[in-house]
């Protein structure tokens, strides 16, 4: 029988095998979420680097929230790394939820990355 932490990673290659045959090069803007803060990068892995980042436990966005774990502090940290992956000079992305649901926090996290002028 598979375990649960087994079957997290096959929906997580799955879902960046897809990504690696449509994404046409752009930087893959992938997210992690524990249980309590929220993570997003935005990686490169033609030359295997990290181009932006962004957390909700960095000193900027624990000021205002109270918990990293809720979908304001996700909504944050999404609107922090638009910014800084367009300092980077990257404007076009592709999602990579790695084995989560499009929905809660990982949702708000896509949805202010886009309202910070992230396009996917």
Known sequence: MATQQGLQERRRQRLRFQLRRK??????????????????????????????????????????NKTGADVEAAKAVGKLVAERATAAGVSAVVFDRGSYVYHGRVKALAEAAREGGLAF
């Open 23 to 64: 994404s046409g090069g752009r930087p893959r803007l992938s997210v992690f979420r524990s249980g309590k803060n929220i993570y997003a990068q935005v990686i490169d892995d033609a030359a295997g680097r990290t181009l932006a980042s962004a957390s909700s436990i960095e000193k900027v966005l624990r000021d205002g």
